[in-house]
Nanobody, 125 residues
Framework: QVQLVESGGGSVQAGGSLRLSCAASGRTLSSYTMGWFRQAPEKEREFVAAITWGGGTTYYADSVKGRFTISRDNAKNTVYLQMNSLKPEDTAVYYC??????????????????WGQGTQVTVSS
């Protein structure tokens, strides 16, 4: 059974930083693209960032490019999302997810098979 557990969410003021972590069990992540998504109240879940299995390629939504950095430590089976220069519009529940297939790449939610429970990020102005 694959389990993903996010941590590191919280409340910060605009301009602040947070680092999210996603620890996996039940699956070795080193063959899978990992992604971060977020969902604000009454909005669709949206792509934030993704990183390929070896960490060599990253993808970002335009809204977070230059402010967020996704990384991974396959030895620890963990993926991270460093969020800097946070804005109130970044407020959402953040989810990590792992792709369904090995060595595949995608940014759409339906391409991801396993999801964490989410961690709340709240940015105040």
């Amino acid at each position: 059974q694959v389990q993903l557990v996010e941590s590191g969410g919280g409340s910060v003021q605009a301009g602040g930083s947070l680092r999210l972590s996603c620890a996996a069990s039940g699956r070795t992540l080193s063959s899978y693209t990992m992604g971060w998504f977020r969902q604000a109240p009454e909005k669709e879940r949206e792509f934030v960032a993704a990183i390929t299995w070896g960490g060599g390629t990253t993808y970002y939504a335009d809204s977070v490019k230059g402010r967020f950095t996704i990384s991974r430590d396959n030895a620890k089976n963990t993926v991270y999302l460093q969020m800097n220069s946070l804005k109130p519009e970044d407020t959402a529940v953040y989810y990590c997810a792992t792709q369904a297939s090995k060595f595949s790449v995608g940014v759409r939610p339906h391409e991801y098979a396993y999801w964490g429970q989410g961690t709340q990020v709240t940015v105040s102005s």
